[in-house]
């Protein structure tokens, strides 16, 4: 789920800028704007940002050390330890789009512009509670794990 969550990220818009009947959303993969007259919305895709760049490189390499941590079980410790680690990526990943959207308006005019976080600005956090979540059931397993090795 914290792999869902976190890759929703690219898909689900982060935040909004409005001016007037202008509005402009921030997501993972870009900018959307959309125009007063306009027929079409306009994209400004993420490669065009070096923000944007940045936040999409830590995205994807925390999905990736999510999905390794999951097939660490061999070794709880290391799994809850990794899971830390983790969780500290996530917030960085949040860090990441706070500078992103702090940046201000891409598209449209700043003068006057209001912003708003949208839903998709909590699915990292909604990550890191899944990766929480995962790391105190680890822990209870492991203290199972050992009390039954203590009676034997």
């Not at 935040?15 to 202008?22: F, S, V």
């Amino acid at each position: 789920m914290a792999i869902l969550s976190n890759l929703a990220t690219f898909f689900i818009p982060i935040w909004k800028y409005a001016e007037g009947t202008n509005t402009e959303f921030v997501s993972g993969m870009g900018v959307t704007a959309m125009t007063e007259g306009a027929s079409q919305a306009m994209m400004q895709r993420f490669t065009e940002n070096p923000f944007h760049i940045g936040f999409f490189v830590l995205a994807v390499g925390v999905t990736a050390f999510i999905g390794f941590v999951i097939f660490q079980y061999a070794d709880r410790r290391r799994q809850m330890r990794l899971a830390n680690i983790a969780i500290i990526g996530l917030m960085l990943e949040i860090l990441a789009i706070v500078l992103v959207t702090t940046k201000g308006p891409f598209m449209i005019s700043s003068q006057g512009a209001s912003s708003t976080a949208v839903y998709g600005f909590a699915l990292p956090v909604l990550a890191i509670l899944f990766v929480w979540y995962a790391r105190m059931r680890i822990k209870k397993d492991d203290e199972l794990v050992r009390s039954v090795d203590r009676i034997r």
